[in-house]
């Protein structure tokens, strides 16, 4: 009798561990997918500079010893300084000089109440991107009412501003992920690109499929034809989940790099994003692509100003 309730205790139990092992989320993630040969990627870039910008350079900067680049950067950086005489310009803007640049990317951060972060972001972002000879500008679009964050709003707020500029390209991009490796080049590929897809927290594997949060590149043409985000989506999580919807109600496949040019290191912060999440049940976009978005965005700019590491738009949703 004894030894029988025993050993249905440790059937349970291995019943149990079975399970969490099956449906945890990182244990069935991938930690491989499809993805774009390194060999291939420079005929899938989508290589447009902004309107109106112009470089005195002669030669055309060269990408393939980037894309080829093999070190990984150190996430110590962030607590540096950037070095003298850096060439940025106020508002966070950048070009090589020496070459002419083929792409230029408009990076819009939506942010809230992490100084500390942003300031280690931009540091780090700096030192990272201008090893990639490309043109780009750091657009931080802060959030300063009190409702609950907005994280979708925010990126068509950044966007509209970047559309303004002449931007052909965006990356959309969370403060708390750095890239560590050079080769994931922030220019925008044909396909949209999900660009965070090794998260060192999630033990650098992609957790579904469908994922497209954390760190994207779209072009700007393609992020009108999806009119941009829902601005629905207040309090954190599933405005990802309804870009995706976006992008499938378009026809637009997203494309990624390979897992190791593609991993990122997620920075701790003590407001837990998972917890903070809201398992909202949507109508994802399908059905309203047309009725939220870009076309209905309104909000109040507060200020904008040029730092000298970012852009900064203060907005009131
Ligand atoms: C580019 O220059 C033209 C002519 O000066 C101007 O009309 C246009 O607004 C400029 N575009 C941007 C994005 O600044």
Known sequence: MRHAFKKKIIYCGLIVIALIIFLHPNMNGRRTYDYIEKNNIMVNLHDRIAQNFTSTAIMDCDYRDILFDVTTMSVSLMDGDLIEGHKIKDGGEFYPSECKPKFSTAIIVPYRDRAEQLRGFLVYMHVFLR????????????????????RAKLLNIGAAAAFK?????????????????????????KC?????????????????????????????????????????????????????????????????????????????????????????????AKNKVNEDGLNTLKYTEVATVLHPLFTHIMVDL
């Open 192 to 284: 949209p690109r999900h660009m965070s897809s090794s998260i060192n927290k999630f033990r650098f594997v992609l957790p579904y499929l469908n994922l497209f949060g954390g760190a994207i590149a779209i072009t700007s043409q393609q992020y009108k034809l999806i009119n941009g985000m829902s601005n629905e989506y207040y309090g954190w999580g599933g405005e990802d989940d309804d870009l995706y919807a976006r992008l499938e109600v378009e026809e637009l496949k997203l494309c990624r790099f390979e897992p190791e040019v593609s991993r990122y290191h997620m920075v701790a912060h003590q407001t837990q994003r998972k917890g903070e999440r809201k398992h909202k049940v949507f109508n994802y």
């Open 131 to 150: 090893r990639q000879n490309i043109h780009y500008r750091i657009y931080v679009i802060e959030q300063v009412d009190t409702k609950p964050f907005n």
């Open 165 to 189: 500029a002449g931007y052909p390209c965006l990356v959309l991009h969370d403060v708390d992920l750095l890239p560590l490796r050079p080769a994931n080049l922030y220019a925008c590929t």
